[in-house]
């Protein structure tokens, strides 16, 4: 209706029995009306997909997680989920991130890693880390070790 609205006016600037500016005001104010006033779609996401690659679905929100330059993001604005690649928790254990495993924490919420080295013992271990999310959802990671047999 608004377009057909729009139409009209644009046939009677047209004719010359309305003022261009004024319809210009009029389309600035809705605007900033607009603006002032609506909130953002909780799921515009899936109305407008990205470009973008997806890996998996959030954990936290259940959106898709897309892969952008430096990491791999939650597309739910709202939602705080996302896994850095140059990751300070992966940094420690002298392992890059890769796409992966980033791939597998979410899929999973846990990879298995091994070769790991402590500088402490100067042995390699292994190790699978968990990947939970805060009540914000955003990523928290811990180790689990496995159990020797003797």
């Not at 997806?54 to 898709?64: D, E, L, Q, Y």
């Not at 796409?99 to 979410?106: H, R, V, Y």
Request: net charge positive; proline share 4%; charged share 30%.
């Amino acid at each position: 209706s608004m377009t057909a609205e729009w139409e009209q006016q644009l046939k009677e600037i047209e004719y010359g029995r309305m003022n261009a500016r004024a319809f210009l005001d009029g389309i600035c104010a809705m605007l900033k009306s607009l603006i002032q006033t609506e909130k953002p779609l909780p799921d515009a996401f899936r109305l407008f997909p990205s470009d973008r690659k997806t890996i998996g679905i959030c954990p936290h929100c259940h959106a898709p997680v897309v892969i952008m330059e430096k990491g791999y993001f939650c597309r739910n604005k709202a939602c705080h989920f996302s896994i850095w690649r140059d990751n300070r928790f992966f940094a420690k254990l002298g392992r890059k991130l890769t796409q992966d495993m980033a791939a597998e924490l979410i899929r999973d919420g846990k990879t298995h890693l091994t070769g790991l080295y402590s500088k402490k013992r100067g042995n390699t271990y292994e190790a699978v880390v968990r990947l939970e999310t805060d009540e914000a959802g955003n990523a928290r990671y811990s180790l689990d070790f496995p159990q020797k047999n003797n």
